[in-house]
């Protein structure tokens, strides 16, 4: 990843300060860039708290606007579906939790993240992905926050597609940059919703946000960059 832009707060500010203000593009008071990480909004997280209930506990992903928001865990390589129907206290759920894909190797720090996710009825986990095949939708509810207990990252929607459930579409490793932005210009090109074509030719690291469409043969990918801070 290319270096980000850094912002931070006095301890005495954040007690004043809201945890997250979504209309406005607010982390904890601080307007982030796009490609921007802030450790202000990472430093509201109970880390240790999180790590002690579930050390598969990684990060946290935030969607404004929308319901999505809570821990993300990673899934284990011996078992890469158990947070399908596990929740974050390991606990059955048919709902489970938000869960990085077995094969991002980086984890968090994959050149492809792969964040997964239940499509509920009642709305609730990764309902809201759907979303993302409507353009107005998408451009109302583009930034993803995605926290580490370094930094929120900051992630934009780029374009949403729908895929059979068969289909071989994960891919968490690339030799270069170049074949990362080939992939997704790719991806882009067969998708169903687009907002900004362009960014294929600028990203160095994508999120792909995944959930099931109803009936449970297709599913939803919606494809967010990271792009380096202005400086």
Known sequence: MRALAVCALTAAILAALPAYDGENGIVSGVSLEKGGVCDVRASNID????????PDVIGWIEVPGTSIDGPIVQAPVEDPEYYLKHDVYRKPSASGCFYLDASCPEGLNSPQRIILGHNMADGSMFAPVRGYLDASFAADHRT???SEPNGAHVFE???ARIIDGSEPA?????????A????????VGKAAMVLDAQATEEADGVTTLVTC???GAQRVLAFAVERAAAL
Do not use: C, D
């Not at 880390?47 to 579930?54: E, G, I, L, R």
């Not at 994960?170 to 170049?178: G, L, P, W």
């Open 157 to 159: 929607v780029v374009a």
């Open 180 to 187: 990362l932005r080939a992939w997704l210009s790719e991806q």
């Open 144 to 146: 993803i926050v995605v």
């Open 47 to 54: 880390w240790a708290y999180w790590t002690s209930v579930n």
């Open 170 to 178: 994960k891919r968490t490793a690339f030799a270069s940059e170049a």
């Open 213 to 215: 469409m109803p009936g």
